[in-house]
T-cell receptor, first 113, second 111 residues
């Protein structure tokens, strides 16, 4: 069985400071891992994905994530937060290409001016 | 290039009624998946359609059914609506080995 656990339901940072959103996964197979962002009343936008290539994955808008198999983690980071980053972030696992996506519960990111 | 289009954007139904939600996939995508996102939760997989057949199904009752047409568009039908069916319903299209594109969703409220 596969699952993801997002360790923080809410993270608050000041504009210009680093962002860290934590995610642990469980998978019997070599997983594909994703981070999606959801702005209020909007659909889901893909930030980045890991599919067994480089362990450090760069995404859009300055976000990146590092796949650590020994720690079963896939944390999302950004060096400097922007007000427009305020949104809900989901860590997602999929067992194979085209397979169903299993979402974490989400982390709400707030950015203070 | 149009992305995934869902209709309607919002609707309100009464308990016991039936509802049909529609999804037009991104151009070139042949697979459509449906997800239910309750308030404050992550999306939950309902089912996936490929070549007009249900290929995978999540843990949802038979009240939830779907269809995919030859042009790859899809419908999600929910019968005998319950208050707990109130949620944002998201459609995602894909073309292997590429990733998913999500629509903006249909907000269903059951009263």
């Amino acid at each position: 069985a596969q699952s993801v656990t997002q360790l923080d339901s809410h993270v608050s940072v000041s504009e210009g400071t680093p962002v860290l959103l934590r995610c642990n996964y469980s998978s019997s197979y070599s997983p594909s891992l994703f981070w999606y962002v959801q702005h209020p009343n909007k659909g889901l936008q893909l930030l980045l994905k890991y599919t067994s290539a480089a362990t450090l994955v760069k995404g859009i808008n300055g976000f990146e994530a590092e796949f650590k198999k020994s720690e079963t983690s896939f944390h999302l980071t950004k060096p400097s937060a922007h007000m427009s980053d305020a949104a809900e972030y989901f860590c997602v696992v999929s067992s194979n290409q085209g397979g169903k996506l299993i979402f974490g519960q989400g982390t709400e990111l707030s950015v203070k001016p | 290039d149009a992305g995934v289009t869902q209709s309607p954007t919002h609707l309100i139904k009464t308990r016991g009624q039936q509802v049909t939600l529609r999804c037009s996939p991104k151009s070139g995508h042949d697979t459509v998946s449906w997800y239910q996102q309750a308030l404050g939760q992550g999306p939950q997989f309902i089912f996936q359609y490929y070549e007009e057949e249900e290929r995978q199904r999540g843990n949802f009752p038979d009240r939830f059914s779907g269809h995919q047409y030859p042009n790859y568009s899809s419908e999600l039908n929910v019968n005998a609506l319950l208050l707990g069916d109130s949620a944002l319903y998201l459609c995602a299209s894909s073309l292997e080995p590429y990733g998913y594109t999500f629509g903006s969703g249909t907000r269903l409220t059951v009263v």
